[in-house]
């Protein structure tokens, strides 16, 4: 899961990017992919794992997202925050002659905190469209822990498997930013921006619908975050892919 959907929240073109007051917002965003990646926890072998949206949202124990931006005149500073914590268990039984049977027992968790920090731009704004140049880094830090259980009529010294490892991978990136106005309320958000350091090559899309309300924006999008193999030795790819709906907070 881990989203930037406030990095939509681009203020209303003709408004603020002419203004010489502070503008600051904050969105609180909920966001429910597919997550596709392969750690490897280095004994040799590698491990692949293809997640829906509905088996993260069982398998979460905690969750944040919210992203905060400043605005003055052209420029703008945005910070956006994801916290993930999500465990979940398998069981597999083999039966043997005679009913008994040998049971093992995976637990998986898997933690970690996507952070963007980004410096704008406007290179571009009109009453009914606005674009904003990007720069800045994007952080991800992984936290994997994996343990075998195995029990039935085997020896009693018989020990468990415990893998453990981590990743903390930083990449900077540029890309562009903006919305464009379809009527007085509604508009379309959008996100593009793409990266390398620690990874290959990480890479973000965003596009979708909002609402413009008195007391803010109310956003529906989809989102695609994705970071390719590079220097980390646990993360060899993860990727993101889904809707995601923002509440945007101006004060």
């Known amino acids: 899961m881990a989203l930037l959907m406030s990095i939509a929240g681009a203020p209303r073109a003709a408004d603020s990017a002419n203004s010489d007051a502070l503008q600051t917002s904050f969105t ?10 392969k750690l490897k926890y280095g004994t040799g072998g590698d491990g692949d794992a293809s ?45 043997l002659p005679g009913g ?13 905190w996507q952070v963007g920090l980004y410096g704008g731009y406007n290179l571009y704004h009109t009453e009914i469209a606005s674009l904003d140049l990007l ?34 991978i930083w990449d900077a990136v540029i890309g562009f930013r903006g919305r464009v106005e379809l009527n007085p309320n509604w508009f379309v958000p ?23 309300a008195g007391w803010g924006d109310l956003m529906l999008i989809y989102r695609h975050l994705e970071w390719d193999e590079g220097n980390d030795q646990f993360l060899q790819g993860l990727s993101f892919s889904g809707p995601a709906i923002a509440f945007r907070y101006r004060f």
């Open 190 to 212: 959008y996100h593009v921006d793409v990266g390398a350091g620690d990874s290959d090559l990480t890479w973000q899309v965003m596009a979708g619908i909002g609402y413009q």
């Open 28 to 37: 609180l965003y909920v966001w429910a992919p597919s997550m596709d990646g």
């Open 135 to 168: 720069a800045g880094a994007r952080y991800l830090q992984l936290d994997g822990d994996t343990k075998l259980t195995i029990s039935g009529p085997l020896p009693p010294s018989l020990p468990s498997a415990r893998l453990s490892s981590s990743s903390s």
């Open 51 to 95: 997640v829906d949206g509905g088996d993260i949202l069982n398998a979460l124990q905690m969750a944040f997202m919210g992203a905060l931006e400043v605005r003055k005149n052209r420029w703008s500073m945005l910070a956006d925050v994801i916290y993930l914590d999500l465990a979940d268990d398998k069981v597999s039984r083999v039966g």
């Open 100 to 112: 008994d049977a040998i049971e093992a027992k995976v637990d998986l968790e898997l933690s970690g």
